[in-house]
């Protein structure tokens, strides 16, 4: 099944760090743009949280400071480093294309904080 795969997902308390890592299932990500997106709650739609292009790395007014992306083309994979979590970052975390492509969200990773 072609799909992003998600890990490194936890409950840590808040100004503890997290380190995500993203991988291609049958999907190369290539020069493409890639991105970080998160969902935060159960009716909400997913937001972008940091966007990797060629020009370089915009991250979310909310996480900026904070958060850290970065890619290994050689391993086809995507990384997000959280510091200094927050409550607010509770959230399911997922990688994907920029922009989407719908057809390969996977099943994310869960980061719950803790006040």
């Known amino acids: 099944q072609v799909k992003m795969v998600e890990s490194g997902g936890g409950l840590v308390q808040a100004g503890e760090s997290l380190a995500l890592s993203c991988a291609g299932s049958?999907?190369?990500?290539?020069?493409?743009?890639m991105a970080w997106y998160r969902h935060q709650a159960p009716g909400h739609q997913r937001t972008l949280v940091a966007?990797?292009?060629?020009?370089?790395?915009m991250y979310s007014d909310s996480v900026k400071g904070r958060f850290y992306m970065s890619r290994d083309n050689d391993k086809n994979s995507v990384d997000l480093q959280m510091n200094s979590l927050k409550p607010e970052d509770t959230a399911i975390y997922y990688c994907?294309?920029?922009?989407?492509?719908?057809?390969?969200w996977g099943q994310g990773t869960q980061v719950t904080v803790a006040s």
């Open positions: 049958g999907i190369s990500f290539g020069n493409n743009d």
């Open positions: 966007v990797m292009t060629t020009e370089g790395i």
């Open positions: 994907n294309f920029y922009p989407v492509g719908p057809d390969y």
